[in-house]
């Protein structure tokens, strides 16, 4: 690369022919000026000039690789400052990864949970990170291909938990499907959700997350054989149909009606679902019916996307990317063996579901928060206010220790869990950690609200805006909100968490 002295970047300081110098990089802005979005101006201003603050007062890093074709040449005997990490590398910035992530001391993780760890980062790096954004502003669900990718590194499966579905896979860093565990699966959770573009990763088949299991866990063998080694190649999508216009986290309130035909071979189903995750791509839906009444009159059925199913895009607070959906069922056949578990047996198959998918929402959430604080820190450190980083205000640091004392609580009880559900059968999971999930996603959505709060506070203006320096903050804010109603609202939550703990109550136990 060839080399210049400041004193020849310095001559260049016209509008027809402009150079600045950013991070020891010398850019010729002469023909983009005009080009600029905000305005040539701004640039003429610092034409001939060393114009890294300002650039990084204005600018996230990823502008420079963006423009890299701009540059050229170097200051001679001077390196840059910033150091772009490589793919699947760990951030270096306080609190940015969890402790036992930097090699801190951990009763919890291996290396092989370290070495998992950055594989996944490093093919959500490469193959989901450089369309992300683009596909989130566009609303579009994400590429088939992309999907496919996915469903080759096993990653699919692995989203899926530890098991006999893992058998004969060969996963990502040489883990042996033997094994792998449940801290193994949240570091997936984590890292898919770790680019902080919630919708775009919805789209990656969350809704095989929480559709898949019933089948894995309670579905006929012809099932098991026949539908999942589609989903797991991600030839095929499956999403969770639970939720009613009428009825939310009042499972029991279900209304969609599966009536048998005479002959006994096939369930007629009418009614509709909302809010549906992935359910407008979706071949298969994991669908709560009515075949009676009360809480056993509730079924579990397989039904494929055909006659009579139809999906409409609902709009979030995020984007369509999630593939949110109305799903519509007129009239639709279905065969009797597509029963999940027993019939009038679907309120158990519901509430064992919800143990995972809660506890799901809790790693994602927490790796979408240690990506916000990583934004806030940086930023506070190089935002200059009044002559000094924004960091030397007291009032800073206490919302970013706020924040990282909020975070780091619930890292803890998040990871005791997960230890906790090593150590069971998914029976005794649903039997005996119900309630502290439902109280730790109550935890963690109160924590993400929080630092979403003092995160906007830090950024300000640039906090409200989709595009720039606080793009991922500005996300964040938007849809934090998704985890305190989905998978059972907060309130729910806790009244759960309680309603758990009565029922283990001593009764010899006295003040």
């Known amino acids: 690369m060839k080399e210049y002295s400041r ?6 300081n016209k509008p027809d022919d402009l150079w600045v110098i950013i991070d020891a990089q010398v850019y010729n802005l002469t023909d983009f000026a005009d080009a600029h979005p905000g305005s040539a101006l701004v640039l003429h201003k610092v034409a001939g000039t060393d114009a890294t603050e300002q650039f990084f ?32 590398s760990f ?12 090699d801190k001391p951990s009763p919890f993780y291996t290396q092989s949970h370290l070495k998992w760890k950055a594989a996944v980062r490093h093919f959500c790096d490469t193959v989901l990170a450089p369309d992300a954004e683009q596909y989130s502003n566009l609303g579009k669900i994400p590429d088939k291909e992309v999907l496919l990718k996915i469903g080759s590194a096993n990653l699919h499966a692995c989203r899926l938990g530890p098991g006999d579905h893992l058998k004969g896979l060969t996963l990502l860093a040489g883990v042996k499907p ?7 699966e949240a570091i997936a959770h984590e890292e898919f959700s770790r680019y902080g573009i919630y919708c775009y990763a919805e789209g990656l088949a969350s809704g095989m997350m929480i559709g898949a299991p019933p089948v894995m866990k309670f579905g006929p063998a012809w099932m098991k054989q026949q539908v999942l080694p589609k989903l797991f190649s991600g030839e095929k999508m499956i999403c969770l149909a639970i939720t009613e216009p009428g009825h939310g986290s009042d499972v029991a309130g279900i209304q969609c009606e599966a009536v048998k035909t005479p002959c006994g071979k096939f369930f007629i189903v009418n009614g509709t679902k909302k809010w549906i995750t992935n359910g407008t791509f979706s071949d298969y839906f994991t669908t709560a019916v009515r075949t009676g009444k009360g809480p056993t009159g509730i079924s579990m059925l397989l039904i494929e996307r055909g006659e009579g199913v139809t999906t409409e895009s609902i709009k979030t607070s995020g984007t369509a990317t999630a593939g949110t959906a109305y799903v519509t069922f007129e009239n639709v056949k279905v065969p009797v063996e597509n029963i999940i578990g027993k019939e009038g047996g679907g309120f158990a198959v519901i509430m064992a579901n919800f143990n995972h998918e809660r506890w799901a929402m809790v790693a994602g959430a927490c790796a979408g928060a240690r990506l916000v604080i990583e934004d806030c820190f940086k930023w506070a450190s190089q935002r200059k206010v009044f002559g000094k980083p924004l960091i030397e205000q007291p009032v800073i640091r206490f919302k970013l220790g706020q924040m990282i004392a909020e975070l780091e609580a619930v890292q803890s009880w998040y990871e005791i869990i997960t230890y906790q559900m090593t150590k069971m059968s998914y029976k005794e999971q649903t039997q005996q950690l119900a309630g502290p999930i439902g109280l730790l996603k109550y935890r963690c959505t109160r924590m993400t609200n929080l630092v979403a709060d003092n995160a906007v506070q830090i950024f300000g203006g640039r906090a409200i ?17 998704f985890g305190a109603i989905l998978g059972g609202a907060e309130e729910v939550m806790v009244d759960l968490g309680v309603r758990q703990a009565m029922k283990v109550f001593p009764k010899d136990a006295r003040l």
Do not use: C
């Not at 951030?91 to 930097?102: D, G, M, Q």
């Open 57 to 88: 007062a204005l600018h996230r890093h990823e502008i420079l690789r963006k423009y890299s074709r701009l540059v050229i040449g170097k200051i001679a005997s001077e390196s840059p400052l910033l150091s772009i990490p490589p793919p699947g």
């Open 7 to 12: 004193q020849e970047v310095a001559k260049h």
């Open 91 to 102: 951030s270096k910035v306080p609190y940015a990864e969890s402790l036992a992530i930097l």
């Open 465 to 481: 805006t989709r595009t720039g320096m606080g793009r991922r903050i500005e996300e964040f804010q938007r849809v934090n909100k």
């Open 178 to 184: 033997e094994e792998f565990d449940y801290f193994h």
